[in-house]
């Protein structure tokens, strides 16, 4: 359990990017690097996150620390990769942020935005490389792509997905010869069962019309729950939800100041509920932060838990083997998509920055150096650049 939060703790420091270059970071580490599990079975659990609501990175964090140590594992991932940038959302919104005035602090972090883009590209190349070697494949990447870039959406990448996993299963299925019994395939009822207690139990108390501070920690906790039920896709789309939720407890000034340092440190976007959850329960912040942030990821991580055993059976039949074949073909044209925006759009601001991606990416390529020591060069050209 030590190791896997350590593990999970060291990338939460460095992780800028959002769910895309997280997923990129995963991979390194836990596919490359350390061997925990193969490119077909992280593929699948990448597919699985795409189809539940909640914060898509961190979910494949959790079943990646699940699949190493149970549940326990699970939390782990879940604590160490989330922990840093919690703290530093949290101290943000109880002190000055006058650190962010510094140019070196930008710039370290436009560095770090940098090595991003460099993580991303490899992550797109590799899962292009690895799921879309038919033709179909390929169409439904370009398709995705093109979709999700034009008209950028919830419901839109959500139809993209059932969309996939159909043209997939028709043609993309594989034929059974293996000979091996079927294997009777079980959700987790217990798990279903307090996912949707909960969530009706939130929406009771939204629907009762009382505001977070009227209602009590109980509120605060329904809030980011409906939240983090509702958002596919975790990353950027969790604003417009979280900020229809949260707007009559929280200024419209606030509120962005929370987005803008969400982006600046590392780990996942949903952990921008620390900050509000902070703001808004001024009496206890960390308390107030706490409950925000539990309660947002809290409903991704109990769906997760639903079928993460099952879905490692059900990948194992040719029709729903095809299914997956098409949802991960769709989930590498998400990746471009968001290859480009927005991380690319954010990071990469001119010609200087354009070099140092693309000589980066050679060097990555060639040399296949440690993580830590791309973010220690990346960190210190962005600050001596600055």
């Not at 091996?180 to 629907?207: D, H, T």
């Not at 509120?255 to 803008?260: D, M």
């Amino acid at each position: 359990m030590l190791q896997i939060f350590i593990r999970f703790f060291s990338l939460g420091l460095i992780s800028f990017g959002g769910p895309a270059a997280h997923i990129g970071y995963f991979r390194q580490t836990f596919v490359q690097e350390l061997g925990w599990l193969d490119d077909k079975r992280y593929g699948s659990l990448v597919a699985l996150s795409q189809f539940m609501p909640g914060p898509g990175s961190s979910q494949v964090g959790f079943a990646i620390g699940y699949h190493r140590g149970g549940l326990l594992g699970g939390l782990a991932a879940f604590v160490g990769f989330t922990l840093p940038s919690f703290i530093l959302l949290f101290l943000f919104a109880v002190t000055s942020s006058q650190l962010m005035n510094y140019p070196i602090t930008l710039g370290v972090i436009h560095g770090l935005k940098l090595l991003a883009v460099v993580v991303v590209v490899d992550a797109v190349w590799i899962m292009f490389k690895q799921f879309c070697q038919r033709k179909t494949a390929i169409l439904l990447m370009l398709t995705s792509f093109a979709v999700i870039s034009l008209f950028p959406g919830i419901w839109i990448q959500f139809a993209l997905l059932m969309l996939a996993a159909v043209v997939g299963r028709q043609w993309l299925s594989s034929t059974d010869i293996s000979g091996e019994p079927k294997q009777s395939i079980k959700l987790n009822y217990l798990w279903l069962s307090l996912f949707a207690l909960l969530f009706i139990g939130s929406s009771i108390m939204l629907f009762g019309g009382l505001s977070s501070q009227e209602s009590g920690l109980l509120g605060l906790f329904s809030q980011f729950y409906q939240v983090g039920s509702l958002v596919f896709g975790g990353g950027h789309v969790v604003l417009p939800l979280l900020q229809s939720s949260v707007g009559d407890a929280i200024s419209g000034d606030q509120f962005l100041t929370g987005y803008a340092l969400a982006q600046a440190v590392p780990g996942p976007m949903f952990v921008l509920a620390a900050y509000l959850g902070a703001e808004i329960w001024v009496a206890q912040p960390l308390l107030g932060a706490l409950v925000a942030t539990l309660a947002i990821f809290l409903p991704g991580f109990l769906l997760m838990l639903v079928a993460l055993k099952s879905w490692h059976a059900m990948s194992g039949k040719p029709k729903i083997t095809g299914a997956i074949a098409g949802v991960n073909a769709c989930v590498v044209g998400f990746l471009l998509a968001a290859l480009y925006d927005p991380i690319f759009t954010s990071a990469v601001k001119d010609n200087l920055d354009m070099v140092l991606v693309v000589v980066g990416f050679g060097l990555f390529k060639l040399l296949k150096p440690n993580i830590f020591y791309l973010v220690l060069s990346f960190a210190i050209l962005g600050a001596v650049i600055s």
